[in-house]
């Protein structure tokens, strides 16, 4: 049984933050605990845009405070995302994340990601594994 708190994971390698200064992530269940998925709560700023492109993971999202307008970038298809609103990339959708205020939410990710994860030019997260045998008991 693993036991923690996202205050736990503040100021460790488990708090990631965006080269692009728009968000940032406590990584509270990563690859290393092999439970074959990932739990983060994520923050993006108010008044950023992110777009992002999960084409090597599954994302669920689901918005505990904030307001964002979500744009399915391959459909122009706009949602309004408001504490309470899950969506779900099940289809690897290029999309982005415009921030309206403060947007809090937390998100799951299959296959997990290791925590050193970061987007690249293309809003991709790569797919990198994680080698450590035993599960990190914090």
Same mark, same amino acid.
């Given at each position: ?6 205050? &736990? ?9 965006? /080269?692009?200064? #728009? ?12 439970? $074959?998925?990932?739990?983060?709560? *994520?923050?993006? +700023?108010? $008044? *950023? =845009?992110?777009?992002?492109? +999960? ?15 979500? #744009?399915?970038? =391959? *459909?122009?298809? /706009?949602? #309004? ?5 899950? +969506? ?11 921030? /309206? ?12 990601? *290791?925590?050193?994860?970061?987007? &690249?030019?293309?809003?991709? +997260?790569?797919?990198? #594994?994680?080698? &450590?045998?035993?599960?990190? /008991?914090?």
């Amino acid at each position: 049984m693993i036991v923690r708190s996202f205050k &736990d994971i503040e100021g460790t390698d488990r708090h990631v933050k965006a /080269k692009s200064g #728009t968000w940032e992530s406590k990584r509270i269940v990563l690859a290393k605990e092999r439970v $074959g998925f990932s739990l983060h709560e *994520t923050v993006l +700023y108010a $008044g *950023t =845009e992110t777009s992002m492109w +999960y084409a090597n993971h599954i994302e669920a999202v689901v918005c505990v405070e904030g307001e964002a307008e979500l #744009t399915n970038d =391959e *459909t122009g298809e /706009k949602h #309004t995302i408001t504490p309470g609103v899950m +969506y779900l990339l099940d289809g690897h959708e290029k999309h982005t994340m415009r921030i /309206k205020e403060d947007f809090r939410c937390l998100c799951v990710f299959n296959p997990p990601v *290791t925590g050193r994860e970061d987007h &690249d030019e293309n809003g991709v +997260y790569p797919v990198l #594994t994680e080698p &450590d045998p035993e599960p990190e /008991k914090v």
